[in-house]
Structure formats: C-alpha cells, structure tokens
C-alpha cells in the first residue's frame, strides 16, 4: 500500500489561510495525477482540486479563485494554499494519487470558525 503523509490542517478564523502538504514515494509521485479531496459529516467525498504531471490543474467550483494547487517534483510533494476560507469549507481533506492505482491519505481536518 502506498503511503501518501498529509500535514497542515487545522482550525482557522473565516477569511484566513491554511496551505496542506502530502508527500508520496518517488517513484509514484512521478507518474500520479495528484488530488485533494474534502468530506464534511454526512456528505459524500467531494473533489477539490487535481494537478497532472504536467502541472494542468483542475478545481471545483466552490474553491475556484480561492484555492490553488502545486507540485514541488524535486521533495515529492503536493500542496493545496487555501486563501479567503469560509466556514463550508470545514471537512477532512484527504490527499489522493492516481497511477496504475489509487492511494489515500489519511485525512486532515480543517475548521474553518470564528
């Protein structure tokens, strides 16, 4: 099973800024289309945001302007700003690769609360 670590979550005032961090081996993060996804209590797991390997990127549009999503190849890693947060943007993100597979991460809430 492939390991995907997630950092950065957190509880945040409305308006404020949060970025998450998941790093994955090497050898798949080359070749992953690399995602974020959210679920909040008794929702579905929704996409956010994905990143191909040629850095074309592709949003919901609930975060659309507000979020953004990069790739760092030389640390394996992807990342997901988060600027303007609203309180419906409170769930657990969770990051996902696509390759030959599919692999989770484990999920980092984010609380978006004055």
Request: with cysteine.
């Amino acid at each position: 099973q492939v390991q995907l670590v997630e950092s950065g979550g957190g509880l945040v005032q409305p308006g404020g800024s949060l970025r998450l961090s998941c790093a994955a081996p090497r050898s798949i993060f080359s070749i992953a289309v690399m995602g974020w996804y959210r679920q909040a209590p008794g929702q579905q797991r929704d996409l956010v945001a994905t990143i191909t390997t040629r850095d074309s990127t592709n949003y919901a549009d609930s975060v659309k302007g507000r979020f953004t999503i990069s790739r760092d190849n030389a640390k394996d890693t992807v990342y997901l700003q988060m600027d303007s947060l609203k309180p419906e943007d409170t769930a657990i993100y969770y990051c996902n690769a696509r390759y030959y597979s599919t692999s989770w991460g484990q999920g980092t809430q984010v609380t978006v609360s004055s």
